[in-house]
């Protein structure tokens, strides 16, 4: 195959690219399904600035049937951006949690973190508030028995031995720990997310975890603190109640020697300081969170044994492709160019005749 072939063909596959991703970011599922069909090797193009794939967009803007679309075409589910961040990751950012469900059945890694904040899924689901993405992430480490949550909150007592799941690792995903010792907590009581903190807890998220001075973010709140102080700093009133509830002490003092109801004034957050100013009489009950009824590890397993499985129907390798590198590409396969991209090859063969043909004119001109 000449130059100008390899050429066509990398302007063909780049034209079909940016034509899956407009069809991921607006919803266009015909399109999309069209383009896969054709060549399912494009499922693994990104764009050339952000490095956002097709799947980021379909996850990005909530489209679930893109993305099991993508995904069974054979995209990398865990593939990033230039900011690191996973499709998984940003779903939870914008709250899309059928997309979750979707990554998820598909094994998802729920463990990777972002370059810049050192964030997991579990983090952007509680910095935003969004508890069903919450709650589907931790899907796997969650089991689907009546009594969780009183297993859960008093362990110490007794064990039940028919249960067999793996609470250490489900304490060590949510109490994770981002740059600056930022637990997934920490972020959903500084932005008021109650229904988040409320899961969080039951789930055994520590009160008495403290952030850090890494160097690497901006404290205004200051190192040491703990969810209550970032609760303090954000105002909200039944976050603060569900943290001390929970146990968290109102006189502890971050690295500045500031208490929560210090923050809580400097904040001018006026309505919480009763609440932090007196220690709670007695023992204060709450009820487990509402998402902790839901039997998703079982409905998952039950999903991923029915049929959920990749679908990897990619063409045998035939022509070497500049774009796609790893494989064959059929954009522009010789003899077998689709209407869909005439077009494009008309154009491109258009332009090169011209700039041959001004080459040996330019060529002609100087050697008389």
Same mark, same amino acid.
């Given at each position: 195959?000449?130059?100008?072939?390899?050429?066509?063909?990398?302007?063909?596959?780049?034209?079909?690219?940016?034509?899956l991703?407009?069809?991921a970011?607006?919803?266009?599922?015909q399109?999309?399904?069209?383009?896969?069909?054709?060549?399912?090797?494009?499922?693994?193009?990104s764009t050339?600035?952000?490095?956002?794939?097709?799947?980021?967009?379909?996850?990005a803007?909530?489209?679930?049937?893109?993305?099991?679309?993508?995904?069974?075409?054979?995209?990398?589910? $865990?593939?990033?951006?230039y900011? =690191?961040? +996973?499709?998984l990751?940003? !779903?939870?950012?914008? @709250? #899309?949690? &059928?997309? %979750?469900q979707?990554?998820?059945?598909?094994?998802?890694n729920?463990?990777?973190?972002?370059y810049?904040?050192?964030?997991?899924?579990?983090?952007?689901?509680?910095?935003?508030?969004?508890?069903?993405?919450?709650?589907?992430?931790?899907?796997?480490?969650?089991p689907?028995?009546?009594?969780?949550?009183?297993?859960?909150?008093?362990?110490?007592?007794?064990?039940?031995?028919?249960?067999?799941?793996?609470?250490?690792?489900?304490?060590?995903?949510? $109490?994770?720990?981002?740059?600056? =010792?930022? +637990?997934?907590?920490?972020? !959903?009581?500084?932005? @008021? #997310?109650? &229904?988040? %903190?409320?899961?969080?807890?039951?789930?055994?998220?520590?009160?008495?975890?403290?952030?850090?001075?890494?160097?690497?973010?901006?404290?205004?709140?200051?190192?040491g603190?703990?969810?209550?102080?970032?609760?303090?700093?954000?105002?909200?009133?039944?976050?603060?109640q569900?943290?001390?509830?929970?146990?968290?002490?109102?006189?502890?003092?971050?690295?500045?020697?500031?208490?929560?109801?210090?923050?809580?004034?400097?904040?001018?957050?006026?309505?919480?300081e009763?609440?932090?100013?007196n220690?709670?009489?007695?023992?204060?009950?709450?009820?487990?969170s509402?998402?902790?009824?839901?039997?998703?590890?079982?409905?998952?397993n039950?999903?991923?044994?029915?049929?959920?499985?990749?679908?990897?129907?990619?063409?045998?390798?035939?022509?070497?492709?500049?774009?796609?590198?790893?494989?064959?590409?059929?954009?522009?396969?010789?003899?077998?160019?689709?209407?869909?991209?005439?077009?494009?090859?008309?154009?491109?063969?258009?332009?090169?005749?011209?700039?041959?043909?001004?080459v040996?004119?330019?060529?002609l001109?100087?050697?008389?």
């Amino acid at each position: 195959m000449g130059f100008l072939s390899l050429v066509g063909n990398s302007f063909g596959c780049s034209a079909s690219g940016e034509r899956l991703v407009s069809a991921a970011r607006d919803g266009d599922l015909q399109e999309a399904r069209a383009l896969l069909e054709y060549n399912p090797r494009l499922a693994r193009y990104s764009t050339f600035g952000g490095r956002n794939s097709p799947l980021h967009y379909a996850a990005a803007q909530g489209h679930h049937e893109i993305v099991s679309l993508l995904l069974e075409s054979g995209v990398e589910i $865990n593939l990033r951006n230039y900011r =690191g961040q +996973t499709a998984l990751m940003q !779903a939870c950012q914008y @709250g #899309h949690w &059928e997309v %979750v469900q979707t990554l998820i059945l598909f094994n998802a890694n729920v463990h990777r973190t972002d370059y810049l904040n050192g964030g997991t899924a579990v983090h952007f689901a509680a910095l935003h508030g969004h508890a069903r993405c919450l709650r589907l992430v931790l899907a796997d480490y969650v089991p689907s028995i009546p009594n969780f949550f009183t297993q859960t909150n008093h362990r110490s007592s007794e064990e039940d031995s028919t249960t067999d799941f793996d609470h250490d690792a489900l304490v060590k995903m949510v $109490n994770h720990k981002a740059d600056g =010792g930022l +637990t997934p907590l920490h972020m !959903a009581a500084l932005n @008021g #997310h109650v &229904e988040c %903190v409320q899961l969080l807890l039951d789930l055994g998220a520590s009160v008495s975890e403290v952030t850090i001075e890494d160097g690497t973010t901006i404290d205004l709140i200051g190192a040491g603190s703990t969810p209550l102080h970032y609760a303090a700093c954000g105002g909200n009133v039944v976050c603060c109640q569900l943290l001390i509830a929970r146990g968290a002490s109102i006189t502890a003092q971050n690295a500045s020697g500031w208490t929560p109801l210090m923050v809580a004034r400097s904040w001018q957050r006026n309505s919480i300081e009763e609440i932090l100013s007196n220690e709670p009489e007695g023992q204060i009950r709450t009820l487990p969170s509402p998402y902790l009824c839901l039997p998703l590890m079982s409905i998952m397993n039950i999903a991923r044994e029915c049929g959920w499985r990749y679908l990897n129907q990619s063409p045998v390798c035939i022509d070497p492709c500049a774009v796609c590198l790893d494989g064959s590409c059929s954009v522009a396969a010789e003899g077998m160019l689709p209407n869909v991209h005439m077009v494009y090859w008309s154009f491109w063969l258009m332009l090169t005749e011209f700039i041959r043909v001004n080459v040996f004119f330019v060529i002609l001109a100087y050697c008389y």
